[in-house]
């Protein structure tokens, strides 16, 4: 099994940036795929971006691919989600969350991390 903790939500202006963290324990993450979710107020979960962590391919909601970037630091067993150009519709709770590349679902969640962009 695998913990995840996120950090690094705040807030900041449209147009700035912001870089989230998520810290992952338990084990080896080499047979999984670390998401980064999002839930603006009032709408559904949202995914946002992934990564599989034994080779790095990444995966992005198209909406955001070329604003937001994942990345992972296999030393720190932490993977990031690079937000740049914010805008105030980029405020919402955001989740790390892992799942075994042969699944679907992914079952293993952080507790969120608050991110709310002002204009």
């Known amino acids: 099994q695998v913990q995840l903790v996120e950090s690094g939500g705040g807030l900041v202006q449209a147009g700035g940036s912001l870089r989230l963290s998520c810290a992952a324990s338990?084990?080896?993450?080499?047979?999984?795929?670390m998401g980064w979710f999002r839930r603006a107020p009032g709408k559904e979960r949202e995914f946002v971006a992934a990564?599989?962590?034994?080779?790095?391919?990444?995966y992005y909601a198209a909406s955001l691919k070329g604003r937001f970037t994942i990345s992972r630091d296999s030393g720190k067993k932490t993977v990031y989600l690079q937000m740049n150009s914010l805008k105030p519709e980029d405020t919402a709770v955001y989740y790390c969350?892992?799942?075994?590349?042969?699944?679907?679902?992914?079952?293993?969640w952080g507790q969120g991390t608050q991110v709310t962009v002002s204009s």
């Open positions: 969350a892992a799942r075994l590349v042969w699944q679907s679902d992914y079952a293993h």
């Open positions: 990564v599989n962590w034994i080779d790095g391919n990444t």
């Open positions: 338990g084990g080896t993450l080499n047979s999984y795929r």
